[in-house]
């Protein structure tokens, strides 16, 4: 499906004063997000976002909701989970600093962590290739003695 251009909304079309009420169908919310209207609806059913009560036969929701759509983006970038954003939502209005700092150290020693993991198998990896490289034909590839289990499950 063909995505339609993200509708532009600006003083010139509501006013100072009526940028700060727009308000958008879920599809128009979308596109101006850059996401699906799945995937705000799955914001909304993870507590992300609010559900707006239908006036009417529409949702309409509010312009702000595009900026907090896009934060959700940004921190998911950072490698935030949904759980850990919902969080940050909470404390968006910075008065907690040390909730915010909290969070953000617990995401932080969870990546050094991960980048450990990843240095340690880099070089586990880049030894066994080193050992295949440097064996010969004749002998047993070392990678494959390395990932096969050498204590062999005897019948009992």
Do not use: W
């Amino acid at each position: 499906m063909e995505r339609k251009p993200a509708p532009r909304v600006s003083t010139h079309d509501v006013g100072l004063a009526g940028l700060a009420t727009a308000t958008l169908t879920i599809g128009a919310l979308a596109r101006l997000s850059g996401v699906g209207v799945e995937t705000v609806r799955y914001y909304q059913k993870r507590q992300l976002l609010p559900v707006p009560s239908s006036g009417g036969s529409v949702r309409r929701y509010p312009l702000r909701l595009a900026q907090r759509i896009r934060f959700i983006k940004k921190a998911q970038a950072l490698g935030f989970t949904l759980d850990e954003i919902r969080t940050l939502l909470d404390l968006a209005d910075g008065r907690n600093r040390r909730a915010v700092q909290a969070v953000t150290a617990a995401r932080l020693a969870q990546i050094n962590g991960k980048l450990s993991d990843l240095a340690r198998m880099q070089t586990a990896l880049a030894h066994l290739l080193h050992q295949c490289l440097t064996s010969g034909d004749i002998q047993p590839c070392p990678i494959i003695d390395a990932l096969t289990d050498s204590v062999e499950a005897s019948p009992s």
